[in-house]
């Protein structure tokens, strides 16, 4: 694991801070502040929860996932290679006449085709999922901080980020307790003595 | 533990709360994760090790039949499909239920699935194991099983893909993987849960590995679920696609009692019926076991209930109709075919199967029997053995009396038959214990979601009503969503 | 940006004297009359004519029947679900599930006047030589057909008219004891519900080719029942949109779920009717496999008209659907969903046309009296349809869940 690196941008050169991280008491509290962090300008940002809380990207102002259009061309790869497997095997590979039937039957190619659609579109999902969110990612400044360990359990977070174009140590801070936070804290980028132990977790 | 609050009565306006007992987020993710971080409790080997012990019989019986070959089982000539065939479609099935509460049931938006989805999921990749074996010791030729894959071999033969039993193949593979993927990626958060709190490093590194760094990232969740979303969209046909290839096994064959249009969502609501049945028998055990009377509250289990009753409906629905057809049909085979099914010499089964099938199931018309734990054990049981019945009568009175009277015989299981379908519920059982033991029994994160505290707008009247008659003018003063906001 | 509530008002959910609706069951009604008229006047200049008006009635009756069965069936499991994201179109169901009645009025006796163009083992002398009549005579007898016939009328019509009625008097009275009821009624009703409509099934279309059998046609025909209404709902809250009625009632989020419904039922249809047909076309039975050559071959004149008939229904009612209804931004455009629902419903009359006329015309053919019939059975549909949404509000508008329904958002 201590062989990871940390998933921090490249922007990150020259800061000796990850950024302020702030937890909220309540999913209402973190949506309304959510709202305020972008209605305030902030790009580089996150919000951390146990739960994906219901509606949060209208808050933050995501775009909607792109997965789809993966998942759509990978499910009909699939399928088509399928479709084509069979019939290649079936009219090229090993032509054998089976129950009177003409050679290239395709009524009989699509149960394996798919199947075999479901099973390119399901990996799309998944793995799209992960290259997405760029999962593995064993090491993350923030789990440096010994209250991100609720981000698991009951803690709420918004964390803005160092580089981003507004943010300043202490008004980006103040802005976070302004909104509600319960608890603000600067998260270090990372700690040369820390990094014996790994710090995966915890 | 007494329960704490009904929740099985709906109220007309509003909705029940789906679990209980007053949990916050914090003390959820406490009543889940401490049955995996604990010392193992003594009632747990209680299960385990008999379940262990089915297994070595499992490993015995295989390995008598890997030696001595398919002479064991009672296969005689007419009848040269038996117990193999009976165990792979009642363990498929049993797996159908899994899929249908945490894809089907994710869909309608039920969301009391919450609390049983990780459970059902788990059984559903154990069952497709399960079933996985049958297929693979049976070939008779075992060390040349994987010619049913197309790969190229040095004879340059490939699979015959007009032919059912690979489709078997494909879909039930293909329906493992992408549970297993399903079931994952939905434990990954609570994955990352256990590691955040694990107290040894050991614990900490071996579910952090699994967890891939998860840190509930919003920007993540977001990708997270619509992947979610759309394995749901994707698992949802699969499952209604494998348990209608495997009935295809059986209907594409031209032998009354096979050949019957009906069999793909007839064998598909028989699937989920026992599915259920079996969810029903594990969840009635694990939330005693491990405490969580008020996670898997009685109304999760009156919901199973009435589900058993649709399909429980559904396949008597099938049996009926199938019975109507082969009269109507006017095909003296067809007819015979039925005939001998409702009076030959297996009527036995076949009326076993009816009455745990369709007769079982319609007590649960009644609320107090769906809200009987008793009753819910008992019937869950007697589903299951009904169930595997229904393959037992499909497959063996089938075949039993074909076309030419001469070939007519009967069949009887011998020892090793019934070696192998114990010892398979032995490998089931095994995996079963062993994940209830070391994963998260409840997918913590998504019960989270049901709470009414993690509604951002909870509270808020976000649609107001004026009635007829009240004039055009708005309510003056629209309740204050909860403070402020640019 | 917290926003007040979004604000309903119920009096403007009632048809507006004046606005189209208003006038919808007058011109259909007329439009219905004159060509029913007219259908009869064509029928009636030569035998095959006549013959050919049994067939084109049947097809529209049917195909009307489907949609307010299907209705019906919604209203059902909504019910038996205790669904909340539905109350708003749930009234609009309720009063198609009651075109029923009408329906009947207009099926029983014209098909009592076709029995004998329309069903083959009507005719004695066939029954005398064809053993296979004479083993179903217990079943396919007039007698037999008339009392199951009217008992399929009477319990879809009490259904409907019961579910209607409890919900109106709830307009009224807001008693929450009627939810209840009929939360506990309808799982019974869907279950008389799918054996009634299987032998419906059975009666009105497998039995036009009598030696055909096939136990999936009873799943067969409810899914087509289905998607048929699950367009016509989505037509019908579209076009309250349009009109004003129902804007800012209805949002996305229910052309969502309708749009999510109408593509679910679409594949199952597809489903179903693919293993039904690759059932029989595996195992090459020729007592079964008769139905499908009738609708594979034409005549050796023209060998490929009713195979492009089918075609057209497996490429028309799967796959230009599932490809169109599948991303969720079609489901939630007004335009594209519309386009998406009318498409379905005329598939879906493509479905009950090939199921039927093929019993009539070796070679796919087409004739005035499938449009007059058509606009017949339409027309007092429509008119009937206009005059239940004239009775009062277009919601239930004190269902308890009316709240729940309107404020509801998709996951």
């Known amino acids: ?202 | 533990m007494a329960q704490s609050q009904d929740n099985t009565q709906e109220p007309v306006a509003g909705r029940a709360p789906l679990i209980v007992g007053g949990y916050d987020f914090r003390s959820l993710t406490e009543a889940v994760a401490v049955p995996v971080e604990r010392k193992t409790p003594i009632g747990w080997w209680f299960f385990f090790l008999p379940s262990l012990a089915m297994l070595g019989l499992f490993g015995v019986s295989i390995g008598w039949l890997f030696w001595e070959g398919t002479g064991i089982w009672g296969l005689n000539n007419p009848v040269n499909w038996g117990f193999a065939i009976v165990n792979f479609v009642f363990w498929v099935g049993i797996g159908h239920a899994g899929t249908l509460i945490s894809a089907i049931l994710f869909l309608f938006r039920q969301k009391w699935r919450t609390s049983i989805n990780r459970a059902a999921e788990a059984m559903t990749i154990f069952a497709v194991m399960c079933a996985l074996v049958f297929p693979g010791i049976h070939v008779g030729r075992v060390w040349v099983a994987y010619w049913m894959f197309p790969l190229p071999n040095q004879m340059d033969m490939w699979p015959n893909f007009r032919s059912p039993l690979i489709w078997d193949v494909f879909a039930v593979s293909i329906y493992g993987t992408v549970s297993l993927m399903f079931w994952y990626v939905g434990l990954i958060p609570d994955l990352a849960t256990i590691r955040d709190r694990a107290k040894t490093r050991i614990k900490q590194i071996a579910y952090g590995i699994f967890a891939l760094g998860w840190r509930g990232s919003h920007r993540n969740w977001l990708h997270y679920e619509r992947a979610y979303l759309m394995l749901a969209g994707l698992a949802t046909p699969l499952v209604l696609s494998v348990h209608s290839v495997v009935s295809m096994d059986f209907a594409t064959a031209q032998l009354p009692g096979w050949h019957t249009t009906i069999f793909p969502p007839y064998f598909v609501a028989g699937a989920i019926f026992s599915g259920f049945a079996m969810v029903m028998t594990l969840m009635l055990i694990c939330r005693v076991l491990f405490e969580m009377e008020d996670i898997i509250t009685m109304r999760h289990l009156e919901n199973m209930a009435k589900i058993m009753l649709l399909t429980g409906c559904m396949v008597g629905y099938a049996y009926g109709i199938e019975m109507f057809i082969a009269w109507y049909s006017g095909n003296p085979y067809e007819q015979f075919a039925f005939a001998n099914r409702a009076l030959g010499p297996y009527a036995w089964a076949y009326w076993i199967m009816v009455s745990c099938n369709v007769l079982t199931p319609q007590l649960f018309w009644f609320k107090k029997m769906r809200n009987h734990i008793g009753w819910l054990f008992i019937s869950s049981i007697l589903i299951n053995i009904g169930m595997w019945f229904e393959r037992f009568v499909i497959v063996t009175s089938s075949l039993h009396r074909d076309f030419l009277p001469a070939n007519w015989d009967y069949y009887q299981a011998t020892f090793w038959d019934f070696a192998s379908l114990i010892g398979s519920f032995g490998l089931f059982f095994t995996m079963f214990c062993l994940f209830a033991r070391f994963l998260p029994l409840v997918a913590t994160a998504e019960v989270k979601t049901v709470l009414p505290e993690a509604d951002p707008h909870q509270g808020e009247e976000l649609v107001r009503v004026v009635p007829a008659g009240a004039g055009t003018e708005p309510a003056p003063q629209a309740a204050p969503a909860g403070g402020g906001g640019s | 940006m917290a926003h007040g509530p979004r604000i309903v008002h119920l009096d403007q959910l009632v048809i507006r004297p004046g606005s189209g609706w208003a006038r919808l069951p007058l011109i259909a009604g007329a439009v219905g009359f004159v060509f029913t008229i007219v259908s009869i006047v064509l029928a009636r200049s030569s035998p095959e004519s006549t013959k050919q008006f049994f067939h084109s009635w049947l097809v529209a009756v049917v195909f009307f029947l489907c949609i307010g069965l299907g209705c019906l069936f919604f209203v059902l499991i909504h019910h038996a679900t205790k669904a909340g994201w539905g109350v708003v179109v749930r009234r609009l169901a309720e009063n198609l599930a009651c075109t029923v009645p009408v329906l009947a009025v207009l099926f029983i006796p014209v098909v009592a006047l076709g029995m004998y163009d329309l069903f083959h083992w009507t005719h004695a002398d066939a029954v005398a030589h064809d053993r296979l009549l004479q083993v179903k005579e217990p079943w396919l007898n007039e007698t037999g057909f008339w009392i199951r016939t009217v008992i399929y009328f009477v319990v879809w019509s009490g259904l409907a008219l019961y579910f209607r009625n409890a919900s109106r008097r709830q307009d009224d009275s807001g008693d929450e004891a009627l939810s209840r009821r009929m939360a506990r009624f309808s799982p019974v009703a869907v279950a008389v519900f799918a054996v009634t409509l299987t032998f419906a099934g059975f009666d009105w279309l497998m039995s036009l080719e009598p030696h055909w059998y096939s136990t999936m046609f009873g799943v067969y025909f409810f899914a087509g029942t289905v998607v048929s209404a699950f367009a016509a709902l989505t037509v019908l809250t579209l076009a309250f949109e349009r009109s004003g009625h129902f804007r800012g009632v209805v949002t996305g989020e229910h052309f969502h779920d309708l749009g999510k419904l109408l593509f679910a039922f679409t594949v199952f249809w597809a489903y179903i009717a693919f293993s039904q047909f690759f059932l029989i076309w595996y195992a090459n039975i020729p007592e079964e496999t008769n139905w499908f050559l009738s609708r594979l071959h034409g005549t050796d004149h023209n060998p490929a008209n009713w195979r492009a008939a089918t075609m057209l229904l497996a490429i028309g009612h799967f796959a230009v659907p599932f490809f169109f209804l599948m991303p969720r931004t079609i489901k939630r455009n007004r335009t594209l969903l519309l386009i998406g629902a009318l498409w379905m419903l005329a598939m879906h009359l493509w479905d009950v046309f090939w199921l039927v006329m093929p019993n009539l015309h070796r070679e796919m053919t087409f004739s005035l009296l499938d449009l007059t019939s058509l606009l017949g059975v339409g027309g007092v549909f429509l008119a009937t349809a206009g005059w239940l949404l004239s009775r009062g509000s277009l919601v239930p508008s004190r269902d308890p869940r009316l709240v729940e329904s309107l404020a509801f958002e998709n996951i």
């Open chain 1, 1 to 202: 694991m201590g062989l990871m690196t940390l998933d921090v941008p490249e922007a990150s050169a020259g800061y000796s801070h990850y950024g302020v991280l702030a937890r909220f008491e309540t999913a209402k509290a973190l949506y309304r502040a959510c709202e305020a962090v972008r209605d305030a300008g902030y790009s580089k940002w996150d919000a951390l929860t146990p739960f994906p809380v219901h509606g949060l990207e209208k808050a933050m102002g995501l775009k909607p996932s792109k997965l789809p259009f993966l998942v759509l061309a990978t499910g009909l790869s699939g399928a088509g290679l399928g479709f084509a497997l069979q019939s290649w095997v079936h009219i090229q590979g090993y032509p054998l006449i089976i129950s009177g039937k003409p050679l290239f039957t395709w009524p009989a190619f699509v149960p394996v085709t798919f199947e075999l659609g479901v099973l390119g579109a399901a990996l799309g999902a998944v793995l799209g999922m992960f290259a997405f969110n760029k999962l593995p990612t064993y090491h993350h400044p923030l789990f440096r901080s010994k209250n991100f360990t609720r981000v698991t359990d009951d803690g709420l977070f918004i964390a803005i980020e160092a580089w981003d174009p507004k943010y300043d140590d202490r008004d980006t801070a103040e802005f976070l307790s302004g909104l509600g936070a319960v608890e603000v804290e600067h998260v270090p980028i990372d700690d040369p003595a820390d990094d014996s132990d790994g710090g995966g977790a915890a």
